[in-house]
């Protein structure tokens, strides 16, 4: 189960749209790996609601448990970010349940954990993400060629910052054909765990595949299926 935990915190980093900057497309997306035998199936899929506020969702499920998450946030394509309003998180299966759901309250800059009433402040200038959100400012900054690419989330306790950078091009091999990527390495202070990310350059960065690699090991996540407003796509 704890790699199972991993795998979700890894696929957090996913960032399947193909729209141009400041735009968001609903879409959904497929990826598959093996762990210890098992077969996880992970779901992602962008859905647009009223008054531009978009509802992500991602769900890893095998036969050792299953996550799923949600987060809902506000959209500002004139500013290019995502403000946050809810987050949930529940966890099942082997192992013990959690579950865990944060509303953000903008009007009083706060955050709060709806299990125990917890409360925390929030800077709205610091443009804070939750879980999921962060992921949606990843990849427009891609596509917008930044190169700093620091996230900082919370979780009502504590916030975390979130640091990636560009190692290079590289052609990868996938179930859709070959394709184009820029391949991007989480900065972390442990020497022990390295976790690496492509993007599809020439498809507003799709995400084709995620790794991690500890104590001589690697663990990796392959898009299997993408689909865009409801089309396949069929091939790189």
Known sequence: MARLGWLVGIVLLQI????HAGELTPFENKYSAKLYGFTIDVTSKLNAQADGIFEFSFD???TLGR??????FKWNSAEDFATPLQYHYKRTGVGKNKEQILNFDWAKNEVINTKNDARMALDASKKIQDSLSYQLQLRQDLMAKKKNLSYLITNAKKNKEYKFEIVGDEVLDTPLGKVNTVKIKRVQTSDERETYAWFAKDFQYLLVRLQQEENGSAYTIYISKAS???KAIEHF
């Open 16 to 19: 399947t749209n193909l729209a």
């Open 60 to 62: 890893a499920n095998s």
């Open 67 to 72: 996550v799923t998450e949600t987060s809902q």
């Open 228 to 230: 865009l407003n409801g």
